[in-house]
């Protein structure tokens, strides 16, 4: 099992930026991937980024060029950066690891962008 407690969500404006953190129990390299969802309101998850144990890297289209995703092995945490906010952005930012044929999602953070 892994738990996972997101961070760094907020309010931010159009073109700004953010960083939203996601902190395993355990350690990160053990973890086949780590995926970024989000859900805004009346929609349905979708998926935004995801960090395969190899460091590759798959991106939606909608975000590609502005968010980034990446993660520092010592501290067990998964970040995704957000810049060039765009209001369609707001959204519940969700992490997901993937371990053992399971998922495992954390509690969502809420990322509202003002235009």
């Known amino acids: 099992q892994v738990q996972l407690v997101e961070s760094g969500g907020g309010l931010g404006q159009a073109g700004g930026s953010l960083r939203l953190s996601c902190a395993a129990s355990k350690s990160i390299l053990s973890i086949t991937a780590m995926d970024w969802y989000r859900q805004a309101p009346g929609k349905q998850r979708e998926l935004v980024a995801t960090l395969f144990r190899g460091g590759n890297t798959n991106y939606a289209e909608s975000v590609k060029g502005r968010f980034t995703i990446s993660r520092d092995n010592a501290k067990n945490t998964v970040y995704l950066q957000m810049n060039s906010l765009k209001p369609e952005d707001t959204a519940v930012y969700y992490c997901?690891?993937?371990?053992?044929?399971?998922?495992?999602w954390g509690q969502g953070t809420q990322v509202t962008v003002s235009s």
């Open positions: 997901r690891a993937s371990l053992g044929g399971y998922s495992y």
